[in-house]
């Protein structure tokens, strides 16, 4: 397993209407195949992880800073 890029952007946590820290970090598992771990702010509150072909791994690595976070939903 290999970090290939990790993501931090602020977002608005609904219940509390506090600015918070999410981290996206983005690892290389094998040959096309890749996992993307996800979690809601330093407290690590909710964590989630997406498997990821190599076509949907490149678009989170090439997203905008507007884009961050679309994986939530």
């Known amino acids: 397993m ?3 890029a990790t993501g931090k952007y602020p977002f608005l946590a609904a219940q509390t209407l506090t600015e918070r ?3 996206e970090s983005l690892f290389r598992i094998g040959e ?8 809601s ?7 989630r992880l997406i498997w990821l ?16 976070g679309m994986n939530w939903e």
């Open 2 to 4: 290999h970090l290939l």
């Open 21 to 23: 820290q999410t981290r």
């Open 32 to 39: 096309h195949r890749f996992l993307l771990h996800m979690t």
């Open 41 to 47: 702010g330093e407290d690590f509150e909710e964590e």
């Open 53 to 68: 072909d190599s076509r949907t791994a490149l678009l989170w690595i090439s997203q905008s800073a507007d884009e961050y």
